[in-house]
């Protein structure tokens, strides 16, 4: 069964409000998780790490004002896209870890089917 | 510019026959896994290898890892339609510490 959670599975919002997509770890506690942006047919592209009781870390070139990203507990992420436009629909997935990144999977969850209007 | 290269990017073939596909990169992994996506779902792990040299076998699905652990190869034989979907390569670098993904390579089965 699922251990990654992501809600909603899909959102359409109106350009210039904020939509919130949770990610849960089903079973177990996961201190780091990660948030992906997918275009069709593509790779997944890293956003940012998001660590538990602190910052999120973004890469390079990714808006932290407008990607927001909680990390309250150690089973829940939240990533928030804020003042959206239709350039930020997309596919957005994320996942956490059990252990060592590499070595253990990765598991995902279902992603995020963003539509903006 | 994709820290691992993956090839081909897209691959049609008929039910029963093989497909390869590559994942390469200048640096040497640390670790390396192949992950299968479906369409409107999160990847699904399929293997992790570590050891240059390793060879691991998943049904019909054989997964190399280059002896200089710079490369890796998917082997699917006698592919079926369930084979359908898109396959990642990601790995992380002795040169990078993250997770990186590579471009990934559509595969498309038909019966």
């Known amino acids: 069964g699922a251990v990654v959670s992501q809600h909603p599975s899909w959102v359409i919002c109106k350009s210039g409000t904020s939509v919130k997509i949770e990610c849960r770890s089903l079973?177990?506690?996961?201190?780091?998780m990660f948030w992906y942006r997918q275009f069709p047919k593509q790779s997944l592209m890293l956003m940012a790490t998001?660590?538990?009781?602190?910052?999120?870390?973004?890469e390079q070139g990714v808006e932290k004002d407008k990607f927001l990203i909680n990390h309250a507990s150690l089973t829940l992420s939240t990533l928030t896209v804020t003042s959206a436009h239709p350039e930020d629909s997309s596919f957005y997935i994320c996942?956490?870890?059990?252990?060592?990144?590499?070595?253990?999977?990765?598991?995902f969850g279902n992603g995020t089917r963003l539509t903006v209007t | 510019t994709q820290l691992l290269e993956q090839s081909p990017q897209f691959l049609s073939i008929q039910e029963g026959e093989n497909l390869t596909v590559y994942c390469n990169s200048s640096?040497?992994?640390?670790?390396l896994q192949w992950y299968r996506q479906e369409p409107g779902e999160g990847p699904v792990l399929l293997v992790t290898?570590?050891?240059?040299?390793e060879v691991k076998k998943l049904k019909r699905l054989t997964f190399q890892f280059g002896d200089a652990r710079k490369d890796s190869s998917l082997h699917i034989t006698a592919a079926q339609p369930g084979d359908t979907g898109l396959y990642l390569c990601?790995?992380?670098?002795?040169?990078?510490?993250?997770?990186?993904f590579g471009a990934g390579t559509q595969v498309v089965v038909t019966p």
């Open positions: 996942s956490a870890s059990r252990g060592t990144v590499g070595n253990s999977p990765l598991h």
């Open positions: 079973d177990f506690q996961a201190t780091t």
């Open positions: 998001s660590n538990e009781g602190s910052k999120a870390t973004y």
């Open positions: 640096s040497v992994f640390s670790s």
């Open positions: 290898v570590v050891t240059g040299g």
């Open positions: 990601a790995g992380v670098g002795d040169s990078w510490g993250k997770l990186q």
